[in-house]
């Protein structure tokens, strides 16, 4: 009979909590480890099984270990001082292990962080060499904070960047309770799509807002447009538009109506930032492929 994976939660707010919640959901065995004495009392008042890091005292029986820990943004940067801690506490657990560990990055983390930052400290720590003695993959999460339970246990995709296929493997396993189309990618790959995501979302909504703001100036029924808008715009309806490396936009309509548009909304004295950065940028990356083909000839 297969033995059963033991997985910690490293890290129990938001996305640890809904992890956590989620797997064991799913029969697996999961312990919530934190640093916060009544967040690891709250948990436990829940029947949960739950330790503070310090209380471990180096000891590490589990397979798996899910970060999840804040990496909050002060002063416009992000802080990673919560991350390293936790990395450091996971090495020095980590440097009796006998046998092989799975580090998994729930994290949102800059490209790069998971190799220069988790891999370096976690060998630095335990003594360990990732590959053989650790795994590491980075498995972004698409959980919204008010239905952060529901949005873990029904994946609507999982992405894992993994270090090795071995990294990958140990995790789709786990997964593999999960009905939800599952990618493996690489551990950058992960981390800059996880940015992509969530900064996407901001630009839409402010991309909205921009519009919102004309519209109402305009005594016009936003809402009814913009629904018409998500209706009848294939960037809205198709997942893929935009996502082809096509170039700059281009064509009849494109350059001609986000100008027009501009110039109107100027005349008229709306501001219109988003529009201006898209005109903006677009003409830099045609500028751009003109000398790229200038050179080829």
């Known amino acids: 009979m297969k033995k059963e994976l033991k997985i ?15 797997l064991i959901k799913k029969k697996l ?68 292990a006998k046998k092989y560990h799975l580090v998994v990055a729930r994290s949102t983390l800059p490209p790069g962080t998971t190799r220069n930052l988790i891999i370096k400290t976690i060998e630095k720590y335990s003594g360990k060499k990732v590959g053989k003695d650790f795994g590491i993959c980075v ?7 008010a239905t952060a339970e529901k949005d873990f246990s029904k994946p609507w995709v999982i992405v894992i960047g993994e270090y090795d296929k071995r990294s990958g493997d140990m995790l789709e396993t786990i997964y593999s309770r999960f ?8 551990i950058e790959e992960a981390e800059i799509q ?21 519209c109402e100036h305009l005594n016009l029924d936003t809402q009814q447009i913009f629904e ?15 996502t082809k490396d096509l170039g700059p936009f281009k064509g009849s309509c494109l350059p001609k109506d986000t100008e027009a548009f501009y110039s109107f909304a100027k005349m008229k004295g709306f501001d219109t930032k988003i529009l201006a950065a898209a005109i903006k940028v677009n003409k830099s990356l045609m500028k751009r492929a003109k000398t790229k083909g200038s050179k080829k000839r």
Not at 69 to 91: D, E, H, R, W
């Open 228 to 242: 018409l808008v998500g209706k009848s715009c294939e960037g809205m309806w198709s997942t893929v538009y935009g």
């Open 139 to 145: 498995n972004p999460e698409y959980l919204r904070e």
């Open 179 to 186: 009905k939800a189309p599952l990618y493996r990618v690489k």
């Open 194 to 214: 996880k940015y992509i995501h969530n900064i996407y979302n901001a630009v839409k909504i402010s991309f909205f807002n921009e519009f919102r703001t004309i």
């Open 8 to 22: 910690s939660i490293i890290g129990s707010g938001v996305v640890g909590y809904a992890s956590g919640m989620g």
């Open 29 to 96: 065995d999961v312990t919530f480890l934190d640093v916060d004495a009544e967040r690891v009392a709250f948990l436990k008042d829940k029947g949960l099984k739950t330790f503070t890091i310090d209380s471990l005292k180096n000891r590490n029986n589990f397979d798996v270990s899910f970060l999840s820990v804040s990496t909050p943004t002060v002063n416009g940067s992000i802080n990673l001082n919560y991350l390293g801690q936790a990395c450091k506490n996971l090495g020095r657990r980590l440097a009796d």
